[in-house]
Each structure stands twice: as C-alpha cells, then as structure tokens.
Nanobody, 120 residues
Framework: QVQLVESGGGLVQVGGSLRLSCAASGSIFSINTMGWYRQVPGKERELVATIARGDMAVYADSVKGRFTISRDKAKNTVYLQMNSLKPEDTAVYYC??????????????WGQGTQVTVSS
C-alpha cells in the first residue's frame, strides 16, 4: 500500500558526489521516519542515516560529515546527499519509510535498492 521509488545511484570516482532520492506514494496517512540503509554482498544491511518527523537526523559514524539526509514533507520524499565518497561507500542503498496508513495500521516499507559504486 506504500510504494517507494528510488533514484540517483550510479558510478562515481573517489571524492565525488551523488544525490539519492526516494519518493513515497500510496495510502499514506503519516510518515514518521525516513531513512537510508546500505548493503554489500555477504554483509548485513546497515543504517546510513534516518530523519524523523521533527527533522532530527541520525547518521552512521562512517558517514558523518560527508552525507546529509533531508526530506521534503510536501512531496513525501527523502534525499541523501553523499559527498567525499570513498570506495567503502560502494553498496546497494535502500530507502526505508515508517508511518501509518489511512486505515490506521502501521507500515514499514522498503525501496527496491539503487547501486552506488565508487571507483578509485
């Protein structure tokens, strides 16, 4: 009932920048938290950054000072600005959105993932 469409991944050189976007649509009553996670083959999915309703952001230590998460509440969209990219940032990035549907039930939705590759 909630669809997430991600965009913005790709190939970039070390030190470069990318901006990821994730737009949520469907039977949304409210959005509590929007976030980005990433995963590499053979490892668990890990938190990159989240932003809550009060625009309070939380970052993984590995991306602090380089990545910025933001949201456009009118568009139900979350962004991840990634600067000073490193090879270890290479992963599939997933958008996650938590909130409530129009019918009152909670939802926890994931995007399809977008590949980010940082070449050295």
């Amino acid at each position: 009932q909630v669809q997430l469409v991600e965009s913005g991944g790709g190939l970039v050189q070390v030190g470069g920048s990318l901006r990821l976007s994730c737009a949520a649509s469907g039977s949304i009553f409210s959005i509590n938290t929007m976030g980005w996670y990433r995963q590499v083959p053979g490892k668990e999915r890990e938190l990159v950054a989240t932003i809550a309703r009060g625009d309070m952001a939380v970052y993984a230590d590995s991306v602090k000072g380089r990545f910025t998460i933001s949201r456009d509440k009118a568009k139900n969209t979350v962004y991840l600005q990634m600067n000073s990219l490193k090879p270890e940032d290479t992963a599939v990035y997933y958008c996650n959105v938590l909130g409530f549907l129009l019918g009152g039930s909670r939802y926890d939705s994931w995007g399809q993932g977008t590949q980010v590759t940082v070449s050295s």
